[in-house]
T-cell receptor, first 112, second 113 residues
Framework: AQSVTQLGSHVSVSEGALVLLRCNYS??????LFWYVQYPNQGLQLLLK??????LVKGINGFEAEFKKSETSFHLTKPSAHMSDAAEYFC??????????FGAGTRLTVKP | EAGVVQSPRYKIIEKKQPVAFWCNPI?????LYWYLQNLGQGPELLIR????????DSQLPKDRFSAERLKGVDSTLKIQPAELGDSAVYLC???????????FGPGTRLTVT
């Protein structure tokens, strides 16, 4: 069975600082990995996905993530945080059958 | 392109009452999901449809929860009777089989008093 662990339920950064949200996965087969963002009172929006092509994946809003098989990680980064990035971020893993498992989420706070 | 539509957005009911949630997926999406999201947690799958067939309902508490997707388009999720522990956000998502992408609706926030 596949699962993800998001390290840190809450991350706080200053505006303009690097954003790093951590995600480690467990999967018995080559995984498909995703990052979603959720703004208050809204559904989840796909930021980016890894589906066994390039290991460095670029997404929307300046975010990117790198798939590291040796570390079983798929951390999300953004070079410079913006106030509008404040939201809840979810990492998810799928084994390819549209069966997706989500992490518990990381709440990102951006300080002015 | 219209997104996934859910209604109602908010619902407050007393325990032991029935409640129903409705979802209209993105046009052309054959896969539909219902998720439960508790406060501070990630979504947890309740049921997945491919067209009108429920292909994964292993996490659906069948003693009180039911779902249907007539004609393979709209779907309804029902709880009868509701319990205090059912208070959560119920998310609907849709996608195209094989693309591994899911598009989420805004959710229905249920409060059971």
């Amino acid at each position: 069975a596949q699962s993800v662990t998001q390290l840190g339920s809450h991350v706080s950064v200053s505006e303009g600082a690097l954003v790093l949200l951590r995600c480690n996965y467990s999967s018995s087969v080559p995984p498909y990995l995703f990052w979603y963002v959720q703004y208050p009172n809204q559904g989840l929006q796909l930021l980016l996905k890894y589906t066994s092509a390039a290991t460095l994946v670029k997404g929307i809003n300046g975010f990117e993530a790198e798939f590291k098989k040796s570390e079983t990680s798929f951390h999300l980064t953004k070079p410079s945080a913006h106030m509008s990035d404040a939201a809840e971020y979810f990492c998810a893993v799928s084994k390819g059958s549209n069966d997706m498992r989500f992490g518990a989420g990381t709440r990102l706070t951006v300080k002015p | 392109e219209a997104g996934v539509v859910q209604s109602p957005r908010y619902k407050i009911i007393e325990k032991k009452q029935p409640v129903a949630f409705w979802c209209n997926p993105i046009s052309g999406h054959n896969t539909l999901y219902w998720y439960l999201q508790n406060l501070g947690q990630g979504p947890e799958l309740l049921i997945r449809y491919e067209n009108e067939e429920a292909v994964d309902d292993s996490q659906l508490p069948k003693d009180r929860f039911s779902a249907e997707r007539l004609k393979g388009v709209d779907s309804t999720l029902k709880i009868q009777p509701a319990e205090l522990g059912d208070s959560a956000v119920y998310l609907c998502a849709s996608g195209v089989e094989g693309t591994y992408e899911q598009y989420f609706g805004p959710g229905t926030r249920l409060t059971v008093t």
